[in-house]
């Protein structure tokens, strides 16, 4: 024991984080790193107002008129919600037919596929033919963009339940209808949580792209009008909100998802 | 081959020699894949054996989504209701009875826990308290303990003999070892097409010690297993 060289003991490291790193914190110093880099673009590159306005200026605007912003954000958040409801909706009542019965799978399944080919924007000026320049064109625009990973996602989560699970609930009796609600639509709503998050990204472009072909009320008819009077600092502030609404749906619909589905592997 | 009621069967073989897809056929869970023939008589011949078995299998097959007391109960949850069987009080039973059962393979404390806070051996506890919740006569197992480690696996198996002790089980593994000391009859698979052979047991009841007549047992078995590879070359 005497021929062992001596170890000093080795000062145990302490963490001091009096605060965490949440990601809402990491998301607003970002911001603030980008609106600074934005103003030293400005200044430095002395960009006219017309064409890129200084933050200061878009911040100015957007107190300023911050209740018709305001009138039209509630609009346009309402055919975001809405449109994403509807398209939810139209996914699982999809999803379930293909998986209940094999023929509706056969014909289904090739035209869900093509009607991705077609550009949800091509058919906005159809819908707005059909549906008029009020909300429930918009609603319609934003429920069509996000059908497509809804449903494939609903469709494969059920498809993909676990056979262990089916064969226990066979041997337990279980009939068809029961295995469906009590196992099958449990193990298929980690899948469905994925479609739902990435159609929460994706509504706001039905939304606002509904919005540019034909309306009279949200953001982006908004950000045409602005465009059209050069008053391109309400374009910017039209955006901004428009941005913050997105990632702020985002992050609730995450929440509320990791509440609803706490074993999501 | 016979199935003794109220004793326990086991069937050893190596992989592939289609004890599983036995097991699956006398739990009704066989599909159109197998080639299969003979029949499967009963005693009393008019009974439905679907109705009568508790399936096991060597994945514990909990729900993450629900709590281990609701894994436990989740039989209830199929098959034709009874009337009368969704009242407040029927339910009280159910829970209470699931909650005894907890306690008998020891897991009472986890009953409101997730599934995912439970090690592999808890969770293989949690599906024998779910099996013996269906309470049928006869009960089906796959491999159940292959996947634990040796200690807990040798717990297990004492618990699942005491627990199980009026079944009829038949219990397919890989082991040698645990069939020699759980089984009151063993048959091993072997061949193509598959055909049992029935061995003799030791005469000590199981749980058994391994002691000398069990070791000579399993020589033989192991024996008799390598003689189909010897065969084959």
């Given at each position: 024991m005497n021929n062992m060289t001596r170890v000093d003991p080795i000062p145990c490291q302490q963490h001091n984080n009096k605060w965490h790193m949440t990601p809402v914190l990491r998301l607003m110093i970002s911001a603030l790193v980008i609106i600074g880099l934005w103003q030293a673009v400005v200044v430095i590159l002395a960009m006219p107002s017309f064409i890129l306005p200084a933050p200061l200026d878009v911040f100015d605007r957007l107190i300023q008129r911050h209740d018709v912003l305001l009138k039209h954000t509630l609009v346009t958040a309402q055919e975001i919600v809405l449109g994403l409801l509807l398209g939810l909706a139209m996914g699982l009542f999809f999803a379930l037919q293909m998986l209940l019965s094999n023929p509706i799978k056969r014909w289904l399944l090739p035209i869900l596929i093509a009607s991705?080919?077609?550009?949800?924007f091509a058919i906005a000026p159809v819908l707005m033919l059909w549906?008029?320049?009020?909300?429930a064109s918009k609603i319609v625009m934003t429920a069509l963009i996000i059908f497509f990973p809804v449903t494939t996602c609903c469709y494969d989560g059920l498809r993909n339940t676990p056979t262990g699970y089916l064969d226990l609930a066979q041997t337990m009796g279980a009939t068809r209808w029961q295995m469906l609600r009590h196992i099958q639509f449990p193990a298929s709503l980690p899948t469905l949580a994925s479609g739902i998050r990435v159609a929460v990204v994706i509504a706001p472009i039905g939304a606002v792209a509904g919005e540019w072909v034909g309306?009279?009320?949200?953001l982006g008819y908004l950000m045409l009008q602005a465009n059209a009077r050069m008053l391109i600092d309400e374009m910017f502030a039209a955006l901004l909100i428009l941005s913050a609404l997105s990632v702020s749906l985002y992050f609730v619909t995450d929440k509320l998802l990791k509440k609803l589905i706490p074993w999501e592997v | 081959m016979t199935f003794p009621a109220g004793q326990w069967t086991c069937i050893l073989g190596r992989s592939g020699c289609g004890k599983t897809s036995l097991l699956r056929y006398l739990a009704g869970l066989l599909d159109q894949q197998v080639d299969w023939s003979g029949t499967l008589s009963l005693t009393p011949s008019h009974a439905d054996l679907s109705l009568h078995i508790a399936y096991m299998a060597q994945q514990d097959l909990l729900m993450p989504w629900l709590s281990v007391l609701d894994n436990v109960m989740l039989?209830?949850?199929?098959?034709?209701q009874i009337a009368g069987s969704r009242s407040t009080s029927a339910r009280k039973l159910t829970s209470e009875k699931a909650l005894a059962l907890l306690q008998k393979v020891g897991l009472a404390d986890s009953a409101s826990h997730t599934v995912s806070q439970l090690s592999g051996g808890m969770r293989q506890r949690v599906a024998l308290a779910r099996t013996l919740m269906q309470d049928k006569p006869v009960v089906l197992m796959d491999e159940?303990?292959?996947?634990?480690?040796a200690v807990t696996r040798y717990r297990l198996q004492d618990l699942a003999c005491e627990l199980l002790i009026d079944k009829t089980v038949v219990l397919i593994t890989h082991d040698p070892q645990e069939a020699i000391r759980l089984a009151d009859q063993i048959y091993i698979m072997r061949g193509v097409p598959a055909a049992a052979e029935s061995l003799n047991v030791p005469?000590?009841?199981?749980?058994?010690?391994?002691d000398a007549q069990c070791a000579a047992l399993q020589q033989e078995i192991m024996t008799c297993l390598e003689r189909e590879d010897g065969a084959a070359q």
């Amino acid at each position: 024991m005497n021929n062992m060289t001596r170890v000093d003991p080795i000062p145990c490291q302490q963490h001091n984080n009096k605060w965490h790193m949440t990601p809402v914190l990491r998301l607003m110093i970002s911001a603030l790193v980008i609106i600074g880099l934005w103003q030293a673009v400005v200044v430095i590159l002395a960009m006219p107002s017309f064409i890129l306005p200084a933050p200061l200026d878009v911040f100015d605007r957007l107190i300023q008129r911050h209740d018709v912003l305001l009138k039209h954000t509630l609009v346009t958040a309402q055919e975001i919600v809405l449109g994403l409801l509807l398209g939810l909706a139209m996914g699982l009542f999809f999803a379930l037919q293909m998986l209940l019965s094999n023929p509706i799978k056969r014909w289904l399944l090739p035209i869900l596929i093509a009607s991705q080919a077609v550009p949800v924007f091509a058919i906005a000026p159809v819908l707005m033919l059909w549906l008029g320049y009020g909300m429930a064109s918009k609603i319609v625009m934003t429920a069509l963009i996000i059908f497509f990973p809804v449903t494939t996602c609903c469709y494969d989560g059920l498809r993909n339940t676990p056979t262990g699970y089916l064969d226990l609930a066979q041997t337990m009796g279980a009939t068809r209808w029961q295995m469906l609600r009590h196992i099958q639509f449990p193990a298929s709503l980690p899948t469905l949580a994925s479609g739902i998050r990435v159609a929460v990204v994706i509504a706001p472009i039905g939304a606002v792209a509904g919005e540019w072909v034909g309306s009279s009320e949200g953001l982006g008819y908004l950000m045409l009008q602005a465009n059209a009077r050069m008053l391109i600092d309400e374009m910017f502030a039209a955006l901004l909100i428009l941005s913050a609404l997105s990632v702020s749906l985002y992050f609730v619909t995450d929440k509320l998802l990791k509440k609803l589905i706490p074993w999501e592997v | 081959m016979t199935f003794p009621a109220g004793q326990w069967t086991c069937i050893l073989g190596r992989s592939g020699c289609g004890k599983t897809s036995l097991l699956r056929y006398l739990a009704g869970l066989l599909d159109q894949q197998v080639d299969w023939s003979g029949t499967l008589s009963l005693t009393p011949s008019h009974a439905d054996l679907s109705l009568h078995i508790a399936y096991m299998a060597q994945q514990d097959l909990l729900m993450p989504w629900l709590s281990v007391l609701d894994n436990v109960m989740l039989s209830h949850q199929f098959g034709k209701q009874i009337a009368g069987s969704r009242s407040t009080s029927a339910r009280k039973l159910t829970s209470e009875k699931a909650l005894a059962l907890l306690q008998k393979v020891g897991l009472a404390d986890s009953a409101s826990h997730t599934v995912s806070q439970l090690s592999g051996g808890m969770r293989q506890r949690v599906a024998l308290a779910r099996t013996l919740m269906q309470d049928k006569p006869v009960v089906l197992m796959d491999e159940p303990f292959s996947a634990l480690d040796a200690v807990t696996r040798y717990r297990l198996q004492d618990l699942a003999c005491e627990l199980l002790i009026d079944k009829t089980v038949v219990l397919i593994t890989h082991d040698p070892q645990e069939a020699i000391r759980l089984a009151d009859q063993i048959y091993i698979m072997r061949g193509v097409p598959a055909a049992a052979e029935s061995l003799n047991v030791p005469s000590s009841p199981p749980p058994r010690l391994f002691d000398a007549q069990c070791a000579a047992l399993q020589q033989e078995i192991m024996t008799c297993l390598e003689r189909e590879d010897g065969a084959a070359q």
